[in-house]
């Protein structure tokens, strides 16, 4: 019998010496925040924590504060993520380069898949865990590469499930935040993590709350936090679908390897249980929430904690405790190594981080630059490790994991678009890329897409140093538009149409393309371009001045700058866009064309306001003063004059400004689908050469969402001429 026991039978080890107490912390996502009132509990009452055993988020948890951070520093860090960002890799379009911006815009549906080995696949989980990864690493960047966790300023376990046959891997050395990482892999959620040629998932799968690991590592006295809740309590859901019951059997498996840890806890160990059943997995939001609900299930079991820090307080001398001496010494970047990469060349790799080499070793830094190899795309997961060579001159490794269906990537995109009285739309379509097909990084890419408006379109692009690069290809693009009375008859105010026509665009192009940082970029080339329109229908008293000039062919030279700085293309709520570009043809038809378009997006809370210019000519001059040249500029349709049908206001020039008003209805969840309810004020027309511009005006009223296939909104406008319309988009936007 000793003190400490309570009156319970105890090890006759642990009656000659002080009790080893290790602290066992349970997965459970955001709801592990409650861990920080039991560590913080136990540092008040002066109790010595022998080893710290933790899986999943007890593993990030544990593993930072055995690493030395305080558990202020901890809710503050990671209570302060943005789980959408961090916890699912959810990109700021910002982080992105120039050209993924773009071809995003081209397939907002956000599924990227591949053929791998004759089979479709798919990434590893819903989120790649990189931003996590990298978080982990910052906050362990003095942790050295390849460290014994008993070493630390507290012996560390941390616990995962091997991939290969479910068996439980208990980390106790190596790269610290790799071990904490693989304990958090999540099926279907996380993305799989590799150490040592062995692949590792969540260890909730296994032990989910790991006192048989504390016992392993003999520990006298648990104190567990347990975040979850007996089975029998659990209400049972119906089985109404698939995913329902994948969940469902996950979390049987879970609970089970729970309920046997629990019966492995000694009367005289502390069970905490806060309660916590309402939090989700991504609330960190609610750290200081969750933390106090810890401090109240804490004062629950006091009574043992203050009988514990007794037996402590009763020793003649305090407990020594492991402290690892971290090298504080300045480290010099005088070679980076990549390792992992198949498809990717090694070269691509050290030119993107080339900028750290002969530089002090930066954690910020090097955070910095690993999350550009990541937003690049070609990988899922990417970490680094220094190896010193000499002094204080050290090799950055760095080890990347290129996504599973590399090389071969292949997006969709879908879109529906119909109005009052005016045309439907549709589109389905899908892009391939296939890049790495040189070392140097040639990358070929195809687009095809079938409906109202099709395409098919062939490019290859080159980079040919930071920054720089060519691009060129081959495209066919085909518009189905109606032909409105008001564009045949000096812009009079009129919805009926008369025709419809195909207007079909060839071209094909080369480019110098510079880059500047991923905030602005500039291209120079050529271009050898033909339009031609046909009409499925004839009309009287209008046909000479269309049909006379039904193909325009020209080659030419076009330039174009690009300044996006938007948070969204097409619901921006920050940021800021410029774009102009200029095509000037010197053979064949005498064609020159603009373009100039500006917008600014700025919010205040859930009130988002933007302002929008846009410039536009498209002229072709002919022989016949009274015919027209196929255009490529129209107005009508959401933020484009929406009191008019799309195609209704058509022209050699353009001229139009728009302000819109957005009330934000709720953050859109872990996705970001944010859902707005606003008003669009426009003026504006569209207008050929010859004619009176005319200043026409839009009111609009739309609820919309940026979701993750696309746009999707339902307006109502009125303008000018008593016009008026109604409008319903879903996915891609047709634009013209």
């Known amino acids: 019998m000793t003190p400490w026991c309570w009156g319970q039978s105890a090890p006759a080890a642990a009656s000659a010496a002080s009790p080893a107490v290790v602290v066992v912390l349970a997965g459970g996502g955001a709801k592990g925040f409650a861990h920080l009132a039991v560590l913080r509990q136990l540092e008040r009452d002066r109790i010595p924590i022998a080893r710290i055993v933790g899986t999943s988020m007890g593993a990030v948890v ?34 992105l380069p120039s050209r993924t911006r773009a071809y995003q815009q081209k397939y907002p549906v956000d599924l990227e898949f591949g053929i791998k080995d004759g089979r479709v696949s ?57 071990a904490i990482r693989a304990s958090m892999a999540a099926p ?81 160990d502390v069970l905490v249980r806060p309660s916590v ?100 795309g070609f990988f899922d997961l990417v970490s680094y490790t220094l190896e010193q060579q000499r002094g204080d001159r050290y090799k950055l490794i760095v080890n990347v994991r290129e996504k599973p269906y590399s090389p071969h990537f292949f997006k969709s995109t879908l879109g529906f678009s119909t109005e009052r009285h005016g045309i439907t739309q549709f589109t389905a379509g899908f892009g391939y890329r296939r890049p790495w097909l040189t070392p140097s990084g040639l990358e070929f890419s195809l687009d095809a897409r079938l409906g109202t408006q099709s395409e098919l379109a062939a490019r290859f692009y080159q980079p040919l140093s930071r920054g720089w690069s060519v691009e060129s290809g081959a495209s066919i693009d085909r518009n189905h538009l109606p032909l409105y009375k008001s564009a045949v008859f000096n812009g009079e105010e009129s919805s009926q149409k008369l025709a419809y026509f195909n207007q079909v665009v060839q071209s094909v192009d080369a480019q110098l393309v510079y880059d500047f940082e991923r905030k602005m970029n500039v291209k120079l080339g050529v271009a050898s371009s033909a339009i031609r329109r046909s009409f499925d229908t004839a009309f009287d008293g209008s046909d000479s001045l269309f ?67 846009n410039l536009a000519q498209d002229r072709v001059t002919l022989d016949c003063d009274a015919c027209r040249s196929p255009s490529r500029l129209i107005l009508g349709g959401f933020q484009n004059m929406g009191a008019y049908r799309m195609g209704q206001l058509i022209g050699d020039q353009l001229a139009h400004v728009q302000t819109t008003y957005m009330y934000r209805l709720n953050d859109g969840g872990l996705l ?13 027309d569209a207008w050929y050469k010859g ?46």
């Open 277 to 376: 059943q309402d939090i989700n997995f991504a609330d960190f939001n609610r750290a200081p929430e969750i933390v106090e609900r810890g401090q109240q299930a804490v004062l629950m079991v006091q009574e043992k904690l203050t009988a514990l820090a007794a037996v402590f307080a009763a020793q003649r001398a305090p407990v020594a405790t492991t402290r690892l001496s971290f090298d504080q010494r300045e480290k010099r970047i005088v070679a980076i190594e990549a390792q992992g990469q198949k498809d990717v060349s090694q070269t691509y790799i050290q030119t993107m981080l080339s900028p750290m080499l002969g530089q002090e070793f930066s954690p910020q830094l090097t955070e910095r630059y690993m999350d550009e190899l990541y937003t690049s």
């Open 672 to 684: 970001n689908q944010k859902t707005y309810v606003g008003t669009v004020l426009e003026a504006g």
């Open 122 to 178: 798919f990434a590893r989980g819903v989120s790649d865990g990189q931003r996590f990864l990298a978080l982990l690493q910052a906050l362990t960047a003095h942790v050295p590469p390849n460290v014994h966790f008993n070493d630390l300023k507290i012996p560390f376990r941390a616990v995962a499930t091997r991939y290969r046959d479910g068996e439980m891997k208990v980390f106790d050395q190596g790269a610290l935040h790799l």
């Open 691 to 736: 004619d009176p511009m005319r200043w026409r005006y839009s009111g609009t009223l739309f609820v919309a969402m940026d979701s993750k296939i696309g746009d999707i909104y339902l307006g109502a406008a009125a303008g000018s001429g008593n016009s008026y319309n109604l409008f319903l988009q879903l996915g891609r936007r047709f634009n013209f």
């Open 62 to 95: 544990g593993g930072l504060y055995a690493s030395g951070m305080s558990t202020e520093d901890i809710e503050r860090m990671v209570g302060g993520l943005d789980p959408s960002k961090v916890a699912l890799d959810q990109l700021n379009r910002l982080e």
């Open 188 to 268: 279907a959620v996380f993305s799989p993590v590799q150490v040592d040629g062995e692949t590792y998932v969540d260890g909730g799968l296994v032990a989910n709350l790991p006192i048989e690991v504390a016992l392993r590592e003999g520990a006298d006295v648990i104190v567990a936090s347990f975040l979850g809740e007996e089975l029998d309590d659990v209400k049972t859901e119906q089985a109404g679908h698939a995913l329902a019951v994948a969940n469902r059997m996950l979390s049987i498996l879970i609970h089970q390897n729970e309920k046997r840890n629990l019966a492995l806890l000694r009367p005289w």
């Open 547 to 613: 049909t006379s000039t039904n193909l325009v062919k020209y080659e030419g030279v076009k330039a174009q700058f690009q300044i996006d700085q938007l948070d969204s293309f097409s619901f921006p709520t920050r940021g800021y866009f410029l774009g102009g570009s200029l095509e000037k043809g010197v053979s064949g038809a005498l064609y020159s064309g603009g373009r100039l378009t500006a917008k600014w997006a700025q919010s205040v809370g859930p009130h988002i306001f933007n302002m929008g210019v």
